[in-house]
């Protein structure tokens, strides 16, 4: 697949640190990690716990098995071969400086070192390098593993070879990646970040509102404008027919009133620590900070899925990274396919642990999600892909016949195979046979689709390349014995 | 219903007067609006094609019919047998406080009076009232229609009586009202906005990013957290199991950087008028402000609906309005589902954005889903609920024919109804037809399913009290016809 690396390096597992680790093994690359806390594993399996989580209900594009994670008792062995080096420690130059000196000491001189920083300088980072061309700032929002955004910054050493390839690696993992082309103190998302944050900190310290009010303020408001549109589309929109112009004559002049207190910045004392503290434990106190965890993923999820059916923002991303999923699956599906005589391989999966119900096994309608996911991977593999599609032909299935033979449990292997019954002119008839991995036939589901046009939605003839693929392997197929539960009715 | 006001007058029809009309005839409010400008109705009649299109989407829940509108000639008209009157004119305190003082000539003593104003103090608007106590500010967001948060903010003479009435209309009509107790100009949201914009605007102007990577830095990342979690929570997440006072520790210190430069209001030159439009037009210019309205409501709509399956946020105040007109209506469906001689409404709902797939319909897999939820709701009818399968009792589905007959698109309604076919024994054999609320029929689905005793996962005979509710069904359902298309087998 997809795969713009074979290995990563996390030097520091907190938040960030894990996170970039399971966005990485996520996407079936293998990760050394390394971090002297004692904790430092039992912390990362937490972020795991949640990733895994996450991307069971993010997407079913087929995707590679998990990478391999190596816990390294000294930083000289988790950046011996390294590719990518992500280094995710306290933000202080110093000691990041000292960790790139033992760094350039173990590690290829071509691997690049990003930094995760939010706000250090990456020409400051880079100042006491000797290979300073690799090194860039990448910094990632939490969850790093949800949010696609990436700020890429180049200091004044790095070259343009090492930009490109961090945004090649970052879009390839189904990452945002934007080039900061000019670099500052906090880069981009931070300068607004801290904007928002001193303000309100003096809404709340003034007695204006709450943590809660302010907080609830954004969601129902402006924050749910801002997870689909940025600040200046929006106003844009707000400026109506006469766009961005209209508004900044409208608006601009209001830049000057003496409203925002901005650079004049509230004393840090423990009152006002206090105050926030305990007004925040009054807000979100009924929950867990684990519970908020995924309370916020699953939010995030949902946002993404609903922004992805509309092609638009997050969810635009998501669409082209599950494509690329897809488009990479049908190459391995050919492939390992040397012998089209047989039923073929299709799906190789687990199931994933919220796929079962309240009978303690795969639910039934996950079954025809399986089968449907092997139907998808027949279909590249007879030239029905993303290309076809948008060219306007299609198989749609009319009708399905399930057995449900045997039952299989949460995180187990499983397989289907595909059989050709039928393949000619319109029609295509397939026998999918859900196998688990020791052998126990779980179900199996017959198909009947019909070619259409996504134009007119009816019927019509498959393009000749996929026609042709399709009678060869009919052909071969035809040989088979017809397969026992094939063309029964449901019949009690 | 829920009919919080009978009437509402709106005084100025630009985009946010229409946005409240809008509002208001979706909650089945009469409106009358008054606004001289003579494109006044050509205006809002734009702003209602968007709201209907978003409302169509937005809610399947049974709704009053829209509110009347009646375009007055005169402000005298607009007020006369008030109820609500809501102001949106330009935001200048003379022009706000002639049309008070004209209001005041023609409506009720005990008409509520709302200002629009996003910045104005409501002490100083309503200085010259002669009834100053009915007077408030109630601040919304674009769109209006849709965006649920509003600003309520009362000034030193608004009695405790009105704010208590405002917030329980805008409660009532799907909105999230926040009581800013202390009034202070730009409110809460504003002040917020402003920040942003300001550093927004730097950065512009200082060539470190355009309109565009501001946006995506936004879109992609923050603007995804707080759609669901303000500010506040999203950093007590951020914490870790510390919580807030952990991050206040770790990230308070950082206020005193001199990074931002908000006070320092830049320069608004033509020159940074022009750089702003020019790069906004390379941004987005290539849809129209109508189009992006329609993406910016599509997606706010996707984005609501994602939430309100994780019962959250803007998600949850757009369930708790459902429930409140389907509480409303309940009479009526709970009588339609009284009658078990016919074929029983298992499901109502609406087809999620996150269930179509390239052929930008609903998923096959997913008819077997709401299927199965059908199956479910049945399930419950005859007592298998989860205090009996906690005893060990269940029903596994083994068989399944699915017919699909026609397609349907994501966010529209659907409605799943359960023949019973046989149910005798072990054997229960179920007939569910799926069906789009316009009446098309979208797929039949046959399930045979056996009882179970979820300790030896072996076959076994339902408990008594499950036996005697099938019987009572299945002997009701044998006097219907055996449906078209029930016992088929996939045949090519």
Redesign the interface.
């Known amino acids: 697949m997809n795969k713009p690396i074979k290995t990563a390096t996390i030097i520091g597992g907190g ?1 960030i640190g894990a996170g970039w680790l399971a966005r990485f093994i996520e996407n079936g690359i293998d990760v050394k990690v390394y971090d002297p806390d004692p904790e430092s594993a039992r912390k990362i399996n937490a972020v795991l716990e949640n990733s895994r989580a996450a991307y069971a209900k993010l997407t079913m594009a087929p995707r590679l098995s998990e990478g391999s994670i190596t816990h390294c008792t000294s930083l000289a062995e988790a950046v011996g071969n390294a590719e990518l080096i992500v280094e995710s420690v306290p933000e202080r130059l110093d000691i990041k400086q000292s960790v790139y000196a033992e760094v350039e000491q173990a590690a290829p001189n071509n691997a690049l070192i990003v930094s995760s920083t939010s ?1 250090i300088m990456p020409s400051d980072l880079q100042a006491k390098l000797q290979h300073p061309e690799r090194m860039l700032v990448v910094h990632p ?2 969850p790093v593993y949800l ?3 990436v ?1 890429v910054v180049g200091g004044k050493k790095t070259s343009q070879e090492s930009i490109d390839r961090a945004m090649a690696i970052y879009a390839a993992i189904g990452m ?1 990646p ?1 080039h ?3 670099e ?3 880069f ?16 709340v310290s ?4 709450t ?24 106003y ?6 006469a ?3 209209h508004f ?2 409208q608006f ?6 003496p ?8 004393e ?1 004392t423990d009152e006002l ?1 206090d105050l ?2 305990t ?3 009054e ?2 106190g009924m929950h867990s ?1 684990r519970e ?2 995924r ?2 993923d ?3 999820v ?9 092609d ?3 969810g635009k ?1 998501l669409a082209a990274y599950e494509k690329a999923q897809y488009d990479a699956a049908a190459g391995v599906v050919e492939s390992a396919d040397d012998d089209l005589s047989q039923p073929i391989k299709t799906v190789q999966r687990t199931v994933p642990t919220d796929w079962t119900d ?3 096994h795969m ?7 399986v ?2 996911e092997a139907t998808d991977a027949f279909m590249r593999l007879i030239g029905v892909d ?1 290309e076809y ?1 948008e060219q306007g032909g ?1 198989y ?9 033979l045997d ?1 299989v449990r949460a995180q187990e292997p499983i397989a289907v195979t595909t059989q050709v ?2 393949g000619e002119g319109k ?1 295509l ?1 397939l026998f999918n046979r859900i196998s688990h991995a020791d052998g126990r036939l779980l179900a199996t589901v ?3 689709l019909i070619h259409v046009s ?1 134009e007119t ?1 009816s019927s019509s003839l498959p393009g000749e390349a996929v026609a042709a693929k399709l009678a060869e392997i009919a052909g071969l197929h035809k040989g088979l014995a017809v397969p026992e539960g ?7």
Not at 211 to 221: A, K, L, N, S
Not at 302 to 310: C, E, F, K, T
């Open positions: 938040v706000g929002f939490n949010l696609p955004v700020e945002k934007v900061i082309k000019k500052i103190e906090a981009v998302a931070d300068r607004l970040l801290e904007a928002v944050w001193r303000e309100a900190l003096w809404l003034d007695g204006i509102a943590t809660q009010e302010v907080d609830d303020i954004m969601r129902f408001g402006f924050g749910l404008r801002w997870a689909q549109m940025g600040l200046f589309e929006t844009r929109v707000a400026g109506g027919e766009g961005m112009r900044m004559a601009g002049p209001c830049l000057t009133w409203w925002t207190k901005l650079m004049d910045v509230p840090f620590v926030i503290a007004q925040s434990d807000q979100s900070i908020l965890e309370i916020r699953n939010n995030l949902g946002i993404m899925q609903a922004l992805r059916s509309n638009w923002g997050a991303v309240y009978n303690n639910n039934e309608s996950r079954y025809l999600q089968s449907s993303s599609v299609s749609f299935t009319v009708e399905t016949h399930i057995r449900h039952e019954l039928k029609k008839h017959e198909h009947l996504l939605r094939a063309g029964r009715a449901v019949n009690s």
